[in-house]
């Protein structure tokens, strides 16, 4: 049993109308999620997430060899939203972080303008300049329930992410507002072409949990 948790679980699956339980706060547990993609020039990361954290957590990790923060979404004690894109930080407000109620963020960069944005709920943010001119390149690795602080590890108790996480999905471009409405209202939307929830491969390390996603009212 205690051999199970500190061991890579491989999963293939569709996980449509699932859901991640992180049931406690380590510096061990999470999901880890790679992709054949070694370069983007652009992206869009989406995902719902309930927890009931007061303190700054990870929401989504991507780290590359030579970046531990290629991009990382992080929501700190304030309220604030750190997007960091290259290791270059923009920082968003205005979002509101409700305790126990599913949250739907959508983020977007692209490095011709070097501009992005956080939709939370429905609700654009201004759009900043983060970083420009440069890809994210190199061997992706993406992490779920911690911060990597360096390519796959370094993680740290008191960034960790618990509570549920759902309908995680990526795209290798900027997507349209109206797509990005779509995916807040829970409509049709096109599904990510890096990550696609309805198609995920990913491991689990630790006590990470995949249950039919609760919704409210249920």
Not at 29 to 58: N, P, W
Not at 123 to 150: A, C, F, H, M, Y
Not at 197 to 205: G, R, S, T
Request: aromatic share 12%.
């Amino acid at each position: 049993y205690n051999q199970l948790f500190h061991t890579l679980l491989q999963f293939s699956k569709y996980l449509s109308g699932k859901m991640f339980t992180f049931p406690e706060a380590t510096n061990t547990a999470h999901v880890r999620i790679t992709t054949s993609r070694q370069e983007l020039s652009a992206v869009t990361v989406c995902l719902r997430f309930l927890t009931d954290l007061r303190r700054g957590y990870s929401i989504f990790s991507l780290a590359t060899p030579s970046s531990a923060n290629d991009l990382l979404i992080f929501k700190l004690e304030n309220g604030v939203t750190e997007f960091i894109i290259r290791n270059k930080l923009a920082e968003f407000v205005g979002q509101e972080y409700g305790l126990n109620v599913w949250h739907s963020i959508c983020t977007t960069w692209d490095s011709a303008s070097g501009l992005g944005q956080v939709w939370f709920d429905g609700n654009p943010s201004s759009r900043k300049l983060i970083s420009s001119g440069t890809n994210i390149k190199g061997s992706i690795l993406i992490v779920l329930g911690q911060e990597q602080d360096s390519h796959g590890g370094a993680f740290d108790t008191n960034q960790c992410f618990v509570g549920m996480m759902s309908d995680v999905h990526m795209w290798d471009y900027t997507l349209s507002p109206c797509e990005i409405q779509n995916y807040m209202s829970d409509l049709s939307f096109t599904p990510g072409n890096v990550l696609n929830w309805k198609a995920l491969d990913f491991q689990i390390k630790g006590r990470v949990l995949t249950e039919d996603k609760q919704k409210a009212g249920l």
